[in-house]
């Protein structure tokens, strides 16, 4: 007959469990999220925009900026407002990237994915961590 294991292992066993599969949650949303929005910016080059107009609320509305590019040209686009800065104004310098080739079309606002990138290490740490421990405490181990 084999030894009965402690019940005080159980609440550290779902704990880990419950850890790891938040922390794989969170990286496979953000991290994931991160990334697809990372790789469209490869190639694009990057200026800083000034505000010129806002208008409409945050779902219907547009921004007007303007900028200007490497060869000194100044050039001038609009986005949808809620692929913007959230806070943005007129006046406001923002960062916004471009395509050399075709500057006008296709200006849009950096949204600067790596922010997400340390959290997502951290996320890592955890779901890892929190599979070893559960794997340490798993019920009849």
């Not at 030894?3 to 990286?27: D, K």
């Not at 590019?69 to 959230?86: D, I, M, N, Y």
């Not at 599979?131 to 019920?139: E, H, I, K, V």
């Amino acid at each position: 007959m084999p030894p009965e294991r402690s019940t005080r292992q159980r609440p550290a066993y779902v704990l880990c469990v419950a850890a790891a599969v938040c922390a794989g949650l969170y990286l496979v949303t953000f991290g994931g999220g991160a990334v697809a929005a990372w790789v469209p910016d490869l190639g694009k080059t990057r200026a800083a925009a000034r505000v010129l107009e806002v208008d409409g609320d945050r779902t219907a509305g547009s921004v007007v900026f303007e900028f200007a590019t490497g060869e000194g040209r100044t050039v001038r686009a609009s986005a949808k407002r809620r692929l913007f800065e959230p806070g943005a104004e007129a006046g406001d310098t923002v960062d916004v990237l471009y395509d050399p080739q075709d500057p006008a079309a296709s200006a849009r606002y950096d949204q600067k994915p790596a922010r997400v990138l340390p959290w997502c290490a951290l996320a890592l740490a955890v779901a890892v961590l929190s599979g070893a421990g559960a794997y340490r405490t798993r019920p009849g181990a």
